[in-house]
């Protein structure tokens, strides 16, 4: 089966898809990097929400005033959900866009455009920035996931 | 590498990867369109959960009766939720099943009844439709999601 | 067009490929059934979010008292995001991987290790288990991830 892998290595050698493959690796390694976020504001504030993980910091009543919320570790929460809103879009349909034949340097610009603007935004939550900076690059990632979509649309339409 | 992008616009030239490739990003967008609705009903009923999001409503304690909750708001996180749980598996299982070598018809009656039962479970969802519209269309793309997952454990179970 | 059909099918029967789509959809249904146990807690604990589900018990004030919170409710939802944070990145990471020439035994061991640490963390949240189980099972999924988006990037790198 190697003529087989030697085309499956294939698919990873074009350079559009491996701009993808770049690119979706490292906003999903910056989503993940949310929960040691959380996991680290849970312990640095002491706030926990299973009655399981508060039994290192005593038992019974004791420990039970660690079961509660914090506002850091609810940040660092939005935080993430708002990556999983934004950055599943953009893996299924950048993979789609990434096989729908674009130029190198159109596919470049939408998926570094697009990890400038979730980096910017995870910033902008977590410090946090004054507004408009959350919003404005929320809003970039939105629209260049919007602009793949339409180019999927415009060569794959299939109804 | 002409020759290697070609062999890519071929998988997009499929007509069951095509058929993948546009209902995926329909119901991706309309995932993505309930940020917008959220947006839409925490600028109109004025509740937000970001501090610095409520600046432009006042400075200080005028400003802090925007960080509630609201019934809208919240039945919009909610549908946008069910679709991070439902579109996703769709997505992921789908892509395989769309390799995996399904004729044509079968396959565009997943997708179709998939993509329909996630629009009405939308409106169901927000307008609030009388149950059980929400229930059976939630069951219906649960089904063909399934449905998809048995063919491609059938035809490439490898474990 | 039996021709792309054929170079899709060798996709599908390339033994890493199958291996992978055999444990995404493993992990997928895993992750769908997280909706099947929080709509059996809603229903034999009679919490509800939404006031059209609380119809079939009962009208006006009655029905009310059923829209509350439950801890089995609301750890069996934990459970679910838990899944959708995890997975996804296993999903988009993995297929990235799996594209990029892994070795069959090592891609199956990754593969083999995520699938157990999601069922044990899934077992270990439900239950619940005492500590360390649920937070290694995690850990395990994690680590496997970036072992994986590592021979990504190391393959794929294109900035």
Do not use: C
Not at 23 to 42: E, G
Not at 45 to 68: C, M, Q, W
Not at 81 to 103: K, R, T
């Amino acid at each position: 089966r190697s003529g087989e892998m030697a085309k499956l290595t294939q698919l990873i050698d074009n350079e559009v898809f491996r701009a993808y493959a770049t690119y979706t690796t490292i906003v999903l390694l910056k989503m993940m990097l949310m929960s040691l976020i959380t996991a680290y504001f849970r312990i640095t504030r002491k706030a926990f929400v299973n009655p399981e993980d508060t039994a290192p910091l005593g038992k019974g009543e004791s420990a039970k005033k660690y079961l509660r919320t914090d506002p850091d570790v609810e940040r660092a929460r939005r935080g993430h959900l708002n990556d999983l809103e934004n950055i599943v879009p953009f893996f299924g349909i950048g993979l789609l866009y990434a096989l729908s034949g674009p130029d190198l340097y159109t596919a470049l610009l939408h998926f570094r455009i697009f990890a400038g603007a979730r980096i910017t935004h995870t910033f902008a939550y977590l410090i946090p920035l004054p507004q408009p900076t959350r919003g404005l690059s929320w809003a970039a990632g939105y629209a260049v996931t919007i602009s793949m979509a339409y180019k999927v649309l415009k060569t794959a339409l299939y109804l």
